[in-house]
């Protein structure tokens, strides 16, 4: 893990954790051959963009216990699989990037420039209400 990049090729940080967040719940966010979801984005969630996911069917508020996830509100930090913030990105309802805490092969799909539109305030309050 320590060898993970970020999209700005800086030392990949973590994104969030509490809740704890990542595929292996360890609070990062980087790429595993094991998951097909590919959670490297890490995104400040938004009421918009929870809304916006519960519609595609994939419901982020509602905890789930025996899935080790606690639900999320506006303003947690999670790693978001890249189809979804892409899917979210086209519809107008992608949440902001923690460019630091978000893996660098997710270039391989979203060029910088559209992360860098996304950028997360990390050293201040983000609106988590913000459309």
């Known amino acids: 893990m320590e060898s993970e990049r970020n999209v700005l090729g800086g030392e ?5 954790m509490d809740p ?4 292996m719940r360890d609070g990062y966010c980087y790429p595993l051959q094991r998951d097909p ?6 995104a400040v969630m938004t009421a918009a963009f929870l809304e916006y996911s519960k519609a595609q ?8 216990p025996e899935l080790d996830f606690p ?4 303003g ?10 892409i899917e979210a990105h086209e519809a107008g309802h992608a949440p902001p990037v923690n460019l630091e805490a978000t893996s660098e092969d997710v270039l391989e799909d979203v060029p910088l420039e ?3 539109e996304y950028a997360a305030d990390t050293e201040s ?5 913000d459309e």
């Not at 069917?57 to 789930?64: A, C, I, M, Q």
């Not at 309050?125 to 209400?129: A, E, G, L, N, Y």
């Open 76 to 85: 947690d930090h999670w790693c978001v699989c890249v189809p979804r913030w």
């Open 37 to 42: 979801g590919r959670h490297e984005i890490c």
């Open 125 to 129: 309050d983000v609106d988590p209400t």
């Open 114 to 116: 559209t992360l860098e």
């Open 71 to 74: 639900g999320l509100d506006p």
């Open 20 to 23: 704890e967040t990542g595929f």
């Open 12 to 16: 990949l940080a973590p994104c969030s």
């Open 57 to 64: 069917g994939n419901d982020l508020v509602t905890p789930r």
